[in-house]
């Protein structure tokens, strides 16, 4: 690879703009099952709220639908989404968000069909369908600012015998800034199912709460902080980002 692509890829994948349809569901848990999933560098919020999250984008110059179970958390004194199911298309998006990001990104067949006033989203992997959202969207409200958000994700990878890390894990904290060219507000059903590699149906889901529709562009800024303790990070590593084998 030349300077000048060495330098492309970099340009592409740093201070990206995604852009595209996104619907976000968010849903109440409860605060016993964060304590139970959250890695120990993440505090419990007052509030255990999580979020569904599709978007089907282009970003860094590569398309693709994801699909993206949050759960609410704090880090540093402040409150994020940590991803606990990252499912995406493509092959380039994946490896990139894991391998920069931490992202526990995993293959899925995603689909989305949007038709007047609904919305419906579904990700199927191994032949089953783990996360289906059924949305009602309300009239478009305008356009509008959103800044603020975060989302932390714990980059940690394997050594070549998967009983230790190979480094301390560093958590990567995304801070968004979207502008929404059309925003809607409305009402949505889930469903969350479990295999026994994508435990999704295991997540209590106290209410569904609302959803937000729109076409949205979002960049992010980045941060990272090292974390000690790295054995105690082996179940969180192993458990999202690989499906366990029977």
Not at 110 to 139: H, L
Not at 152 to 166: M, N, P, Q, Y
Request: a negative charge; one cysteine or more; hydrophobic letters at 35%.
């Amino acid at each position: 690879m030349s300077d000048s692509e060495v330098e492309d890829f970099q340009t592409r994948v740093k201070g990206t703009q995604y852009v595209g349809d996104g619907l976000d569901v968010y849903f109440t848990t409860t605060r016993e099952f964060l304590a139970e999933v959250l890695p120990p560098c993440f505090g419990v919020p007052e509030e255990p709220v999580a979020c569904l999250q599709y978007s089907g984008a282009v970003g860094a110059k590569l398309e693709f639908r994801s699909l993206v179970l949050y759960v609410a958390a704090t880090f540093r004194g402040q409150n994020a989404f940590y991803d606990l199911t990252h499912l995406l298309t493509g092959d380039m998006t994946i490896t990139i968000g894991r391998e920069l990001w931490g992202e526990c990104k995993k293959q899925a067949d995603i689909t989305a069909t949007a038709t007047e006033g609904r919305m419906q989203v579904s990700a199927v992997r191994n032949g089953t369908q783990i996360i289906g959202i059924d949305a009602e969207i309300g009239p478009d409200l305008g356009p509008r600012d959103s800044a603020g958000n975060r989302q932390v994700h714990v980059k940690a990878f394997l050594d070549s015998d998967g009983t230790d890390l190979e480094y301390d894990p560093i958590v990567f904290v995304l801070t968004s800034s979207t502008h929404y060219e059309s925003y809607h507000e409305g009402t949505a059903s889930i469903e969350l199912t479990s295999t026994p590699g994508d435990p999704c149906g295991s997540v209590p889901v106290v209410s569904v709460d609302r959803a937000v529709y729109g076409r949205r562009r979002s960049s992010y800024t980045q941060e990272h902080f090292p974390v000690d303790g790295r054995q105690e990070y082996l179940p969180y590593v192993i458990g999202r980002s690989y499906d366990f084998m029977s």
